[in-house]
T-cell receptor
Framework: AQTVTQSQPEMSVQEAETVTLSCTYDTSESNYYLFWYKQPPSRQMILVIRQEAYKQQNATENRFSVNFQKAAKSFSLKISDSQLGDTAMYFC???????????FGEGTQLTVNP | DGGITQSPKYLFRKEGQNVTLSCEQN?????MYWYRQDPGQGLRLIYY???????QKGDIAEGYSVSREKKESFPLTVTSAQKNPTAFYLCASTYGGPGYTFGSGTRLTVV
C-alpha cells in the first residue's frame, strides 16, 4: 500500500516571499502520478500541479514548481512570489498508473501574511 | 457545465439515525469516490466504484454503505454503526486517467 507523508502541519510566509512544502511517499510501483492540491477556506479541492514519475523534468505551473526526487521518494512544492490568495490547506497525493485510488497526505496549512 | 454536485452542503444527524449524502456527476466518468476529511488526517478513502453495480471498500468503510445503480450517481449512507460521523465528506470522480474532479463537499454534524 502506498503512503504519503507531509511533516509540516502548518507553515507561514510573508507576501512576495518563497515557501517550500515537503512531501514524502512510499511505494513499490515504478510508474505513478504525484499531485499537489490546494483547499482554500471554501473547501473546494483545486489541482495545483501534477508530476508523472517517468518524466525527469520537474513540473512547473506559473509560480508553482516541484522538486521531484524519485530515488528519495520526495516531492516538494515551491511557491514563489506568495500571494494572500495562496492561503490554504495543501495536500500532496499519489496515484499509481494502473490503480484507481488517490492517496493523500495529512495536509499542510499555509498562511500568507501581508 | 460538467461537474460534480454534492448535496446537502450541511447535514445534521441525530444519534442512531442513518443519513444519505448525495453525489451526482454529469462528466460521464466511470469511477467515483467518497473521502472523509478530519482535521490533521487528510482525506481518507471510504468507498470507491469503478463501474456501475460494483464498488470496493476503502480504508475506513466501517459504518458506511454505498450503491452505484447509475453511472451518474454514487450516494453514501452513514449508518448508526458509524460512531464518530462528524466530518467533512468529499465526493470525486475520474475518467480513469490522472485527472480527478471533486465536489464541493458535505459537512455532517451529529447533534
Amino acid at each position: 500500500a502506498q503512503t504519503v507523508t507531509q511533516s509540516q502541519p502548518e507553515m507561514s510566509v510573508q507576501e512576495a516571499e518563497t515557501v517550500t512544502l515537503s512531501c514524502t511517499y512510499d511505494t513499490s510501483e515504478s510508474n505513478y502520478y504525484l499531485f499537489w492540491y490546494k483547499q482554500p477556506p471554501s473547501r473546494q479541492m483545486i489541482l495545483v500541479i501534477r508530476q508523472e514519475a517517468y518524466k525527469q523534468q520537474n513540473a512547473t505551473e506559473n509560480r508553482f514548481s516541484v522538486n521531484f526526487q524519485k530515488a528519495a521518494k520526495s516531492f516538494s512544492l515551491k511557491i514563489s512570489d506568495s500571494q494572500l490568495g495562496d492561503t490554504a490547506m495543501y495536500f500532496c497525493a499519489f496515484k499509481g498508473v494502473g490503480g484507481s485510488r488517490l492517496t493523500f497526505g495529512e495536509g499542510t496549512q499555509l498562511t500568507v501574511n501581508p | 457545465d460538467g461537474g460534480i454536485t454534492q448535496s446537502p452542503k450541511y447535514l445534521f444527524r441525530k444519534e442512531g439515525q442513518n443519513v444519505t449524502l448525495s453525489c451526482e456527476q454529469n462528466l460521464n466518468h466511470d469511477a467515483m469516490y467518497w473521502y472523509r476529511q478530519d482535521p490533521g488526517q487528510g482525506l481518507r478513502l471510504i468507498y470507491y466504484s469503478q463501474i456501475v453495480n460494483d464498488f470496493q471498500k476503502g480504508d475506513i468503510a466501517e459504518g458506511y454503505s454505498v450503491s452505484r445503480e447509475k453511472k451518474e450517481s454514487f450516494p453514501l449512507t452513514v449508518t448508526s454503526a458509524q460512531k464518530n460521523p462528524t466530518a467533512f465528506y468529499l465526493c470525486a470522480s475520474t475518467y480513469g486517467g490522472p485527472g480527478y474532479t471533486f465536489g464541493s463537499g458535505t459537512r455532517l454534524t451529529v447533534v
